[in-house]
């Protein structure tokens, strides 16, 4: 079956270093999406890519970058680690937009730490 | 600015009491409204998706409807396995952009 595979699953960081989550779906979607969620925010999206070598941001980008260079890979880089990105982090895919019925799929989350 | 508003943000229910979850939105042009359902410590799981006011979908205990402003998830006779939280999202016709509100946390008491 298709799934989309985040890892690690948990992570501890210090405040200032770089940190890379990783994103891996088998489902062969073009699309590609980031977000956090945090108590009273709900799900916030981070960046977003649509195909290969095309990166977006979403409403919560700074501190935070992504790149494609492949369909099935979208890690996700936060380049000098604040105790304000501490969250859970959720990868998604969905087919493009090509198709109307392009609901998200689903990892199940990496959880961040940053002290 | 696209925008979604869920109500309550939580909700306790005895075993087989129905009610509704609502969720309002605003979106120049709705491509799609989604539901998910999730669970804790796991991603969001998909459930429906409605496109035009009038719509209704429907999954065991579960029928959600859409009118131009807003949607209900509607939860018949619940069971404890239904307690969760219940997401609702909006998809704009200008991009694939999916935009959440903030949930509604149910929980079924046996």
């Known amino acids: 079956d298709a799934e989309i595979t985040q890892s690690p699953r948990h992570k501890i960081t210090e405040t200032g270093r770089q940190v890379t989550l990783a994103c891996h779906q088998t489902?062969?979607?073009?699309?590609m999406f980031w977000y956090r969620q945090d108590l009273g925010h709900g799900l916030r999206l981070i960046h977003y890519?649509?195909?290969?070598?095309?990166?977006n941001k979403g409403e919560v980008s700074d501190g935070y970058s992504v790149s494609r260079s492949n369909t099935e890979d979208l890690p996700l880089t936060l380049e000098s680690a604040a105790s304000s990105q501490t969250s859970v982090y959720f990868c998604?895919?969905?087919?493009?937009?090509?198709?109307?019925?392009?609901?998200?799929?689903f990892g199940n989350g990496t959880r961040l730490t940053v002290t | 600015e696209d925008q979604v508003t869920q109500s309550p943000e939580a909700l306790r229910l005895q075993e087989g009491e129905s009610s509704s979850l609502n969720c309002s939105y605003t979106?120049?042009?709705?491509?799609?409204l989604f539901w998910y359902r999730q669970d804790p410590g796991k991603g969001p799981e998909f459930l429906f998706t409605?496109?035009?006011a009038g719509e209704e979908k429907e999954k065991e205990r579960l029928k959600a409807t859409l009118t131009k402003k807003e949607s209900f998830l509607h939860i018949t006779a619940p069971k404890p396995e239904d307690s969760a939280t219940y997401l609702c999202?909006?998809?704009?016709?200008?991009?694939?952009?999916?935009?959440f509100g903030k949930g509604t946390r149910l929980h079924i008491l046996p």
């Open positions: 998604a895919s969905s087919e493009s937009t090509s198709s109307y019925n392009s609901p998200l799929h």
């Open positions: 409605l496109y035009s």
């Open positions: 890519s649509y195909g290969v070598h095309d990166t």
């Open positions: 489902w062969n979607h073009n699309n």
């Open positions: 999202a909006v998809q704009a016709d200008r991009d694939d952009k999916i935009i």
């Open positions: 979106v120049s042009g709705l491509r799609g």
